[in-house]
């Protein structure tokens, strides 16, 4: 079983990506899926997810009105991240992660323990 992020690039300050992550849709139906990020020297933190019942969406302070998550209807596409107006502080690596939690607000959807799998991972450079 396993998740893979895409769609990283080199992009300018202001410009827009689209990330990808796949997996079985099949197994991951039942999923809350979320995007975290490490920037070097960072710690990984959360980003935006979406809960398998399509109940909730939350978002990080620093990226809400800017990033959009939902789910992708394409083949192995399980959610996608649409990233605009992108900042140099938005540079990191990218992790899509999944959940058997349908998270409710109290829930702890902020924190990496509440995953139960990960991609691998695609990276984002923002340049000034």
């Known amino acids: 079983v396993q998740l893979q992020a895409s769609g990283g690039g080199l992009v300018q300050a202001g410009g827009s990506l689209r990330l990808s992550c796949t997996g079985s849709?099949?197994?991951?139906?039942?999923?809350?899926m979320a995007w975290f990020r490490q920037a070097p020297g960072k710690e990984r933190e959360f980003v935006a997810v979406r809960t398998w019942s399509g109940r909730s969406i939350w978002y990080a302070d620093s990226v809400e009105g800017r990033f959009t998550i939902d789910r992708d209807n394409a083949a192995e596409t399980l959610v996608y991240l649409q990233m605009d107006s992108l900042k140099p502080e938005d540079t990191a690596v990218y992790y899509c992660a999944a959940s058997r939690e349908d998270f409710f607000s109290s829930s702890y959807y902020y924190t990496t323990g509440s995953y139960d799998y990960w991609g691998q991972g695609t990276l984002v450079t923002v340049s000034s």
């Open positions: 849709r099949r197994y991951f139906s039942r999923y809350s």
